[in-house]
């Protein structure tokens, strides 16, 4: 059974989860009993293999991981380190071509049942994105569930990547030095009537799901009456009334 020292002599220096991230979120799953995660962006899969082996000393649970079709070129990628941890069959990996919120969609259509303990979002880090994500998050997310959000504080005129490129130098200057993310959460994630239990570490923001929050199967099931008019022969009228049920 790995270790998380044996963890990270495997993933070595592959960015970006450090080992001490690596204990502290270790830690995190084992004290709070996490079963079933959800974890929206991957790269290299260095936080998915430190979560399997978590999930493998806790002797259960499962990962469902996402990310762009780019992060199955990586060297290595998430597939290659599961392997070496020998976990991949604990993970199914989904790579998308433009955004991990379309396979959240997908999963609603699929079964929208809340059925993760934890997400891990680490991926998009902006407004637009991850500010939609977080509200698909909450359907899949059980009662007593934690997001946790990594890079509270990039930016996208700080990243050594993308600060550069032609598309960020054309946004406006305050979309380009905005922490996103702390935006996502001091917004969205702190003023929703559902969250508790705030922790700000720092690059680390945890959030947890109240358990008496509303889920998708606790919906009011109202009456709706349709009235239609329908002409019959000359000058004559049939009113017909349509009932039926709407959820709300």
């Not at 499962?62 to 991949?88: C, G, H, K, W």
């Not at 069959?89 to 969609?105: G, N």
Request: aromatic share 10%; proline share 4%; hydrophobic share 40%.
């Amino acid at each position: 059974m790995m270790q998380v020292a044996n963890v990270a002599d495997i993933v070595g220096d592959t960015p970006h989860m450090t080992p001490a991230q690596g204990e502290q979120i270790t830690n995190f799953i084992l004290e709070n009993r996490v079963t079933d995660i959800l974890e929206l962006g991957f790269r290299h899969g260095v936080s998915t293999a430190y979560m399997a082996a978590a999930l493998a000393r806790a002797g259960k649970g499962r990962i469902v991981t996402v990310d762009l079709l780019s992060a199955r070129q990586n060297t290595p990628n998430v597939e290659e380190l599961l392997t070496r941890v020998d976990e991949r069959q604990r993970v199914e990996i989904f790579y998308e071509s433009t955004s991990y919120t379309w396979r959240l969609m997908r999963m609603l259509q699929q079964d929208p049942t809340p059925r993760f303990d934890l997400c891990y979002l680490d991926g998009a880090h902006d407004w637009f994105v991850d500010g939609f994500a977080f509200f698909l998050i909450d359907r899949l997310l059980r009662p007593n569930g934690w997001i946790l959000f990594d890079d509270m504080d990039w930016t996208y005129a700080g990243s050594p990547t993308l600060g550069q490129t032609d598309r960020v130098k054309q946004m406006p200057e305050d979309e380009r030095t905005t922490k996103q993310v702390r935006l996502v959460y001091d917004l969205l994630v702190k003023t929703h009537p559902g969250y508790h239990n705030f922790r700000d570490e720092g690059e680390w923001a945890f959030a947890q799901k109240i358990a008496g929050s509303a889920t998708a199967g606790e919906r009011t099931v109202v009456k709706e009456v349709v009235v239609t008019e329908r002409h019959v022969g000359l000058g004559g009228a049939l009113i017909e009334v349509a009932r039926r049920l709407r959820n709300r």
